[in-house]
């Protein structure tokens, strides 16, 4: 079955700390993309790449980092420099661009 | 900025109601727009994509229509039961990035 892998599901992240969320694709996706949500609130767009090593910032990219050395990988990694991860995070592919998005179960990220 | 708002935020209605859904967005040069359900603790889930060229689309018991000029779409859901219970979101399409509302969330009481 053909879909979007994310890990962990759940992830506690100390003070001065970075954590890196898993995203892994079998859909042979070329555009990647990873959102936030806030209770309450729609997703914000992170990071997108569109193809492997490229990749663009989205609307709130400060204080996260990722990378695209693979089709099928799309890791983020949250920095000590991003003063508020607590939330749920999405990571989500397409193959055209317009086709609709596939996400995965989401990542839920907490401060200790 | 692409704003999108989704209006109401929560909605109850007993089982065997049509559902109506609104989103409206504040720039027009859209691609597409996307309809998403999510369940609890989960991601989401796309339920009808509409291309700005496009007026309406429809899947079993949900329609979705869009008028670009006015900045509008609605979703309908006809006949709903208590598993359609879940939030739903609108998302609008600019090049590749998608722009969400905060979404509808729905509760069908049996």
């Known amino acids: 079955d053909g879909g979007i892998t994310q890990s962990p599901k759940y992830l506690f992240r100390k003070e001065g700390q970075n954590v890196t969320l898993s995203c892994e694709q079998n859909l042979n996706h070329d555009a990647m993309y990873w959102y936030r949500q806030d209770p309450g609130q729609g997703l914000r767009l992170i990071y997108y790449s569109q193809i492997v090593n490229d990749f663009q910032k989205g609307d709130i990219a400060e204080g996260y980092s990722v990378s695209r050395e693979k089709k099928e990988s799309f890791p983020l990694t949250v920095t000590s420099a991003q003063k508020n991860p607590t939330a749920f995070y999405l990571c989500?592919?397409?193959?055209?661009?317009?086709?609709?998005?596939?996400f995965g179960d989401g990542t839920r990220l907490s401060i200790l | 900025k692409q704003e999108v708002t989704q209006i109401p935020a929560a909605l109850s209605v007993p089982e065997g109601e049509n559902l109506v859904l609104n989103c409206s967005f504040t720039d027009s040069a859209i691609y597409n727009l996307q309809w998403f359900r999510q369940d609890p603790g989960k991601g989401l889930t796309s339920l009808l994509l509409?291309?700005?060229?496009?007026r309406e689309q429809t899947s079993g018991r949900l329609n979705a229509s869009l008028d670009k000029s006015s900045g509008r779409s609605t979703l309908y859901i006809a006949a709903s039961q208590p598993g359609d219970s879940a939030t739903y979101l609108c998302a609008v399409q600019d090049d590749y990035k998608l722009s969400f509302g905060a979404g509808t969330t729905v509760t069908v009481r049996a």
């Open positions: 989500a592919s397409t193959g055209e661009r317009n086709q609709p998005q596939h």
């Open positions: 509409i291309q700005s060229s496009q």
